[in-house]
């Protein structure tokens, strides 16, 4: 998709989906930075409701790095349990923790680069808490504005990360405070993963599809 395709795609979808929402949950509207890493780390391979039951609980017994080293491993996976891959999860919790203490004194870092430096942070995490928790434009970028990009157009790349650095690019400055929530929303109730309903798409006439496979 040309650039100039890509703004006018955009501005469309800023017209047809919701924004930013004030109910979302997660690493989106955590109490601290801290509780953002943490929550956005579980919700891999989970689902909103799991992933906000196994913060819950995991906060009820430790609220800072050292609160929850203070945990045993058994007692963190009982914790994080509903939002799937306990065990691998409490593993990166755990290392997670300890290097924000060793290298930044147990405060999160406020920048995607420094974000990137800490275990189990990767681009989407990265990208939410430095957006949501400290105000820098980013567009986080999880499996369904991976989707979207890739069979529009509107980016390039096979993973996540590389979708991002793409959307980063291309994507207009005025848009990216809130162009993760039209994407999202596009992509689960228009651009959908098996099924995509083009005949009500509001951005068919500058969309790639079905020109393209994914």
Same mark, same amino acid.
């Given at each position: 998709?040309?650039?100039?395709? &890509?703004?006018?795609?955009?501005?469309?979808?800023?017209?047809?989906?919701?924004?930013?929402?004030?109910? +979302?949950?997660?690493?989106?509207?955590?109490?601290?930075?801290?509780?953002?890493?943490?929550?956005?780390?579980?919700?891999?391979?989970?689902?909103?409701? =799991?992933?906000?039951? +196994?913060?819950?609980?995991?906060?009820?017994?430790?609220?800072?790095?050292?609160?929850?080293?203070?945990?045993?491993?058994?007692?963190?996976?009982? +914790?994080?349990?509903?939002? $799937?891959?306990?065990?691998?999860?409490? #593993? =990166?919790?755990?290392?997670?923790?300890?290097?924000?203490?060793?290298?930044?004194?147990?405060? &999160?870092? =406020?920048?995607?680069?420094?974000?990137?430096? @800490?275990? $189990?942070? $990767?681009?989407?995490?990265?990208?939410?808490?430095?957006?949501?928790?400290?105000?820098?434009?980013?567009?986080?970028?999880?499996?369904?504005?991976? #989707?979207?990009?890739?069979?529009? $157009?509107?980016?390039?790349?096979?993973?996540?990360?590389? &979708?991002?650095?793409?959307?980063?690019? #291309?994507?207009?400055?005025? +848009?990216?405070?809130?162009?993760?929530?039209?994407? @999202?929303?596009?992509?689960?109730?228009?651009?959908?993963?098996?099924?995509?309903?083009?005949?009500?798409?509001?951005? #068919?006439?500058?969309?790639?599809?079905? =020109?393209?496979?994914?």
């Amino acid at each position: 998709m040309p650039l100039a395709d &890509v703004e006018a795609a955009i501005r469309i979808l800023s017209e047809a989906m919701p924004g930013d929402s004030r109910a +979302a949950r997660g690493p989106k509207r955590a109490a601290s930075p801290f509780r953002s890493c943490i929550s956005c780390m579980l919700s891999a391979q989970s689902l909103d409701r =799991n992933t906000a039951a +196994a913060t819950k609980a995991l906060f009820k017994l430790g609220r800072s790095p050292k609160g929850l080293l203070k945990l045993s491993d058994e007692q963190i996976a009982a +914790a994080i349990k509903p939002a $799937g891959l306990y065990n691998m999860k409490t #593993r =990166n919790i755990r290392k997670f923790c300890e290097q924000l203490l060793s290298d930044y004194d147990g405060v &999160v870092p =406020n920048t995607r680069d420094e974000l990137l430096k @800490l275990h $189990g942070i $990767g681009r989407k995490c990265a990208d939410l808490v430095a957006h949501f928790a400290f105000g820098e434009k980013h567009i986080a970028v999880d499996t369904h504005i991976r #989707r979207v990009c890739q069979r529009s $157009g509107l980016a390039a790349g096979k993973t996540e990360a590389q &979708v991002a650095a793409s959307l980063d690019a #291309r994507a207009p400055d005025w +848009a990216k405070p809130e162009a993760h929530f039209w994407l @999202l929303q596009f992509g689960k109730t228009i651009c959908k993963s098996r099924t995509p309903n083009c005949a009500v798409c509001p951005i #068919r006439e500058l969309c790639n599809y079905p =020109n393209i496979t994914i």
